[in-house]
């Protein structure tokens, strides 16, 4: 299974709308980008000053909430046929 990080802040409806709807199926790690910690996990990705959410799956980057979704049920679809 790929490695799946979430990228949000608090306040933030498109990231809640997101977190909401991860698929059951999946293992998402949520990183919170207005601690320390998260954000030099989004230095890390190349993605500071983006706007979140931002998905990350095995370095590949998906922005805004529709295409990330899609991903996610992307990934969930491919994870029951594994």
Not at 15 to 42: F, H, M
Not at 51 to 62: A, F, G, K, Q, S
Request: hydrophobic share 40%.
């Amino acid at each position: 299974m790929p490695e799946i990080l979430l990228f949000t802040k608090p306040g933030c409806q498109k990231c809640d709308y997101i977190k909401e709807r991860i698929p059951s199926a999946l293992s998402v790690s949520l990183v919170d980008t207005s601690t320390p910690e998260g954000l030099a996990e989004a230095a890390y990705y190349e993605i500071l000053g983006k706007h979140t959410p931002i998905l990350v799956v095995d370095d590949e980057v998906t922005e805004g909430a529709i295409a990330i979704m899609a991903r996610l049920n992307q990934l969930s679809e491919n994870g029951k046929k594994a």
